[in-house]
């Protein structure tokens, strides 16, 4: 009973306080006032609802019992407790996704394979982001920064010196770990909230020498007429160089999935993750905390030139409004999302928030309002995120026998 009052008077109070803005609606060629009491009571139904589950919710997370059916429960993660303990299962589901990816440009229309382009380029940078933030536990904030370098490269070396994608692509990462480098330097003293600060101040410095430097990079105007990958000097149409550069991105996205789950157990990834845990334990152990950072921020920042130069080829025009905090905002809600280190975890999430608002476009509107209340959910119930990062694990044999042999 005390739960439906509290949830009714929450729904009041919405109502009191939407009504001038959603209950009320001006005429002013009769000059009249038309009122909207369907949409006062239908916010406060929904105010309703959402408050008894809130209250729930909170009642279930007392009690110590899960609340949202993820690993360790049902749904989600029973599915992913089968797929581990049977190789047969996981072979199958891989072989069957394969085929699905695979078959989207032929069964999909060109829309479809436009935002799947989109949506297998957010994976390569969330994955990017997920070795400094995730595994590193380094929050950068300007990590689109780096997206803008490799994107800018392509577009100015074609310009300039008529460079084709497959020459630019190397150099927009190289260029992007340079950059990477060069970050890293001045924050190897920095943690936590000052990290944070210093690395949106590089992502706003980069976009406004891009948007300012105007003999070079064009300013506002940005960079046009960015050719698309060729094939063997093919010539294409759009429709085709669209699915050229699908299954282009689908194998870069592949092999960055390969080299970070190769990388996340190497000693390189021990060290970073040792680094997530307790920095002063990690150097008092004798890891080396400059050469870890550093190659934290070149590593995550090699992947994000790698998708610049593939995003100014699949949209053959950039300006510097195509890189602003937004975008590092969604990449890095992407891998908290996903649950930070975890590879399945973060690219789930990187499908649900970019294909979500591109299928639910009668909810346009209300994208920013839906996309803040389930990042304030998950930080409530599952801040850990969707799936967990594993952790390695060491088993060690009981001895038996005599003389204490294994």
Request: net charge positive.
């Amino acid at each position: 009973m005390q739960r439906m009052l509290r949830a009714a008077f929450a729904a009041l109070w919405f109502m009191i306080l939407t009504l001038p803005v959603l209950g009320i609606s001006l005429n002013t060629v009769e000059h009249s006032v038309v009122w909207r009491w369907d949409r006062i009571l239908g916010l406060g139904a929904g105010i309703f609802a959402l408050a008894m589950l809130w209250d729930w919710c909170f009642a279930r997370k007392a009690a110590g019992r899960p609340v949202l059916p993820l690993p360790g429960g049902f749904g989600l993660g029973f599915a992913l407790e089968a797929l581990r303990s049977r190789p047969g299962l996981r072979r199958c589901a891989l072989a069957v996704l394969a085929v699905v990816m695979l078959l989207m440009p032929v069964a999909g229309s060109f829309y479809q394979t436009n935002i799947m382009i989109s949506a297998l380029l957010y994976v390569m940078l969330a994955l990017g982001l997920n070795i400094v933030v995730g595994l590193a536990g380094q929050l950068v904030l300007g990590y689109v920064a780096f997206y803008a370098i490799g994107a800018y490269a392509y577009g100015l070396l074609n310009q300039f010196l008529g460079w084709g994608f497959w020459a630019c692509l190397p150099v927009g990462g190289l260029l992007a770990v340079l950059f990477g480098f060069g970050l890293g330097f001045p924050v190897l003293r920095l943690r936590g909230d000052y990290l944070a600060i210093v690395t949106l101040g590089f992502g706003e410095i980069v976009r406004l020498t891009l948007q300012n430097w105007t003999s070079v990079t064009g300013g506002p105007r940005g960079i046009s007429d960015i050719p698309r990958p060729g094939l063997f000097g093919v010539s294409m149409d759009i429709a085709a160089s669209t699915t050229y550069i699908y299954y282009l991105v689908l194998v870069a996205v592949v092999i960055t999935i390969v080299v970070i789950s190769r990388l996340k157990n190497s000693r390189v990834g021990l060290a970073l993750q040792a680094l997530r845990e307790d920095e002063i334990a990690c150097e008092a152990m004798g890891v080396d905390i400059t050469r870890v950072k550093l190659s934290a921020f070149a590593l995550g920042s090699c992947w994000a030139g790698f998708a610049g130069v593939i995003f100014a080829a699949k949209t053959t025009y950039i300006n510097p409004s195509s890189f602003t905090f937004m975008e590092s905002a969604m990449i890095l809600s992407m891998v908290v999302l996903g649950g930070m280190g975890s590879i399945v975890g973060v690219v789930i999430a990187a499908f649900i928030l970019i294909l979500a608002p591109e299928y639910l476009r009668a909810f346009s509107d209300y994208r920013m309002l839906l996309f803040g209340a389930i990042m304030v959910v998950m930080m409530l119930f599952r801040p850990q995120g969707l799936i967990s990062g594993e952790r390695r694990r060491y088993h060690i044999s009981a001895l038996h026998g005599q003389g204490g042999r294994p």
